[in-house]
């Protein structure tokens, strides 16, 4: 008994001495602070309901020194909204809502339109074309409004991945039944629904110059000659380790210039497990990258990660064997990747 006991106290002993010596691992810097002295809106993270419960978690959360914008991971999405056509059901959407009202914090609403968590209605329905619009129309509408005003200054509504990688339309069921006419009527209805609200289109793979990066440049500009509501470009961000796009912050200019501002919408960037000290050195290295070139650039707004800790990433139940994404490990402790967000902010 006095042996286990000893061996307990050495124990904790020797991971104090340890990780006092690799890294700060609260090191009392606040990210949305640090964001908004350089001048960006928010420093942000997606969370998720069944998350609330950790106490732990929740207290980094709702530190709003620390993440001034949270987005709703799954509550908002439209199998959890309109789970039967007609039938809206905001309960858990609710819930991240109250949470950033209460903490005061910007809410980032996610998402309208998206090919992926659809109720089986609309993911396998017949449609007409104008029967769809129409629902993508009531779909819309009624979301945004009913979040509309819950939180200030404004929301920001993103539809989400319309485009493959070589930036053609995606084949879903919006894009086989309306063409092209689902991305007009969605924005159409969102910004009818709270005019204060910012509309944005985002994707993956166009954070770097590329066919998608320019399909979606022409998307906007499109958009806007035949005066569609568009405010925005969310660039998602889930990288690998290592294998970062080239020019991100060039890429994220050729959208400003468009007239559209441009926010890091769910960054992450995850790696081959186990996390060694020189993936997360490189890791440190890419979130710096990431961080600094939304800094240099004006039209970038903001910064989300997709969830702060490794403990609750949606990488490790997506890619077999991958993980270490986010910027806090399993235990709510500040990775080397946090130094990199810190650094990359230029504080
Ligand atoms: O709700 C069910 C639960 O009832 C069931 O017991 C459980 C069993 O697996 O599944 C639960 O649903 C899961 C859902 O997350 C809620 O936790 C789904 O299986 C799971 O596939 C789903 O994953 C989400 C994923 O989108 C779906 O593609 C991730 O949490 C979410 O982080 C992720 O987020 C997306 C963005 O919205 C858009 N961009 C890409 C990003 C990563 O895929």
Known sequence: MML?????????????????????????????????????????????????????????????????????????????????????????????????KKNGQLLRGHNCVWHQQLPSWVASGTFTKADLLSVVQNHCGTLVGHYKGQVSPSLTWSSSEIMNDDGTLRQDVFSKTTGTDFIATAFRAARAADPNAKLYANDFNIEGPGAKSTAYQNLVKTLKSEGVPIDGIGMQAHFI???????????????????????????????????????????????????????????????????????????????AGQGAACPWDENLQEKPAFTGIVNGFGA
Not at 301 to 310: R, Y
Request: proline share 3%; aromatic share 8%.
């Open 241 to 319: 380790v290592g294998a970062l796009p080239a020019n991100i912050q060039q890429n994220i200019q050729a959208f400003v210039n468009l007239g559209v501002e441009v926010a890091i919408t769910e960054l992450d960037i995850r790696m081959t497990l186990p996390a060694t000290s020189a993936l997360l050195a490189q890791q440190q290295k890419d979130y710096q990258t990431v961080i600094a070139a939304c800094n240099a650039v004006k039209g970038c707004v903001g910064v989300t990660v997709w969830d702060f800790t490794d403990k609750f990433s949606w990488v490790p139940g997506t890619f």
């Open 4 to 100: 286990s006991t000893h061996f307990a106290v050495l124990c904790s002993l020797v991971s104090l001495v340890a990780s006092a010596a690799v890294e700060p691992r609260a090191s009392g810097l606040k990210l949305h602070t640090i964001a908004t002295q350089k001048g960006k809106l928010y420093f942000g993270t997606a969370t998720d309901n069944p998350e609330l419960t950790n106490t732990a978690y929740t207290a980094i959360l709702n530190d709003k020194t620390m993440f001034g914008q949270i987005t709703a991971g799954n509550s908002m999405k439209w199998d959890a909204t309109e789970p039967s056509r007609g039938v809206f059901t905001f309960t858990n959407g609710d819930v991240i809502a109250n949470l950033a």
